[in-house]
């Protein structure tokens, strides 16, 4: 985080395509394991059906972030714009560089590699937490190998996973990305549409949170996903079928923010909630959230400014990752059903939590 920082802040100097390029070369590279470590994180303090809500909490930042960007780089612009020989964008990158920095300084301070280390937590609470989750069987007992990085590339549910947040990933990326010039499609002026970013993304804060609160107390992931995956697809019938009434297709936007990002922190506990305890579990999170950079990638690519206004490629392939998303999910969900009834013929009860290395005897997370 601390890089990253001081890369956006570096950011200002660059000249050419090439140095950008480069610079987001190297934003990439240090970001691509904040997300995945977060969420491994959470999964050392919490148990598996407290963590939807946690992670989404985590998650609820970039969605809110998108909610204010555009009024943050409006204001940017409108009070620094060639104060002290920079020009707006570099203001941007070097308030937003500074922010980062000094939030990654404060963390350092705060963040703790496990309970029994915490400063604030007495030994009765450090007690606690360690029970729930030995309870829960997510204790870590192995250290990483080739074996075990093998052993999580050659795990089913990783696999789909990975193309599930991919698909959830492009309809997110793609709204964060070009939502501005969706709604401008509407025949909004720039300075409206920017302003008309906010109530889609504070919708999807709100549904985001909501639903990981859901989730965890039904102690269920997979129907989530289906569930307002569904709502994102209708959402993109509707922007992209409705040929005038901006309004409406202003509403089909609230619809896709409503749906589409409260899939992406409960698809990535489902996986998490269905991994051993060992850092397979970290791998297996790094790789689907590594799919969601390739997501990200064809997002880029679907919204073409040769469709400016209707965007009809973008709205259908978008639509199209999240029906493959809802049908992955529901096989998904459907294996892990079936399995679920074996095991518990098998054993009619768990009585207690056995270790997670042999996952029929302890049941998958639906």
């Not at 829960?136 to 990085?149: F, H, N, P, W, Y």
């Not at 269905?274 to 790094?286: D, E, M, Q, Y």
């Amino acid at each position: 985080m601390l890089a990253c920082g001081i890369i956006m802040i570096l950011m200002i100097f660059v000249k050419n395509f090439l140095m950008i390029m480069i610079a987001r070369f190297f934003l990439g590279f240090f970001e691509a394991g904040l997300i995945p470590g977060m969420i491994y994180y959470i999964t050392i303090w919490y148990k598996r059906s407290e963590q939807n809500s946690r992670v989404s909490a985590v998650l609820w930042g970039p969605t809110f972030a998108g909610a204010l960007s555009g009024l943050l780089s409006y204001a940017i612009i409108s009070l620094l714009d060639s104060k002290a020989g920079l020009s707006g964008w570099q203001w941007i990158f070097l308030v937003c560089g500074v922010i980062t920095i000094i939030v990654s300084i404060v963390a350092y301070f705060l963040i703790f590699d496990s309970v029994d280390n915490v400063k604030w937590l007495n030994n009765e609470e450090r007690k606690r937490v360690s029970a729930g989750i030995k309870r829960d069987g997510l204790q870590d007992t192995e250290e990483i190998s080739k074996d075990l990085v093998l052993e999580c590339l050659k795990d089913w549910k990783v696999c789909v996973s990975m193309f599930i947040f991919c698909g959830i990933s492009v309809a997110t990326y793609s709204f964060s990305f070009f939502i501005p010039s969706i709604i401008n499609g509407f025949g909004f002026n720039e300075v409206l549409s920017q302003l008309l970013v906010v109530p889609p993304f504070i919708l999807g804060c709100i549904s985001e949170i909501g639903v990981a609160f859901l989730s965890d107390r039904a102690n269920l992931r997979g129907p989530y996903v289906i569930l307002f995956a569904s709502i994102g697809m209708v959402g993109y019938a509707i922007v992209g079928t409705i040929q005038s009434h901006a309004i409406f297709k202003y509403i089909g936007t609230m619809f896709i923010a409503i749906g589409a990002f409260p899939c992406r922190a409960t698809s990535t506990k489902w996986l998490a909630n269905n991994i051993p305890p060992s850092l397979k579990r970290n791998i297996g999170i790094s790789l689907m959230v590594g799919s969601g950079g390739i997501g990200g990638i064809i997002a880029t690519q679907i919204y073409r400014s040769v469709d400016y206004p209707n965007y009809y490629l973008g709205h259908l392939v978008a639509s199209i990752c999240l029906f493959l998303a809802i049908l992955l999910s529901i096989i998904q969900f459907t294996i892990l059903k079936i399995n679920n009834d074996k095991m518990k013929k098998q054993r009619k009860k768990i009585r207690r939590a056995v270790s997670w290395n042999s996952e029929s005897e302890f049941g998958h997370f639906l």
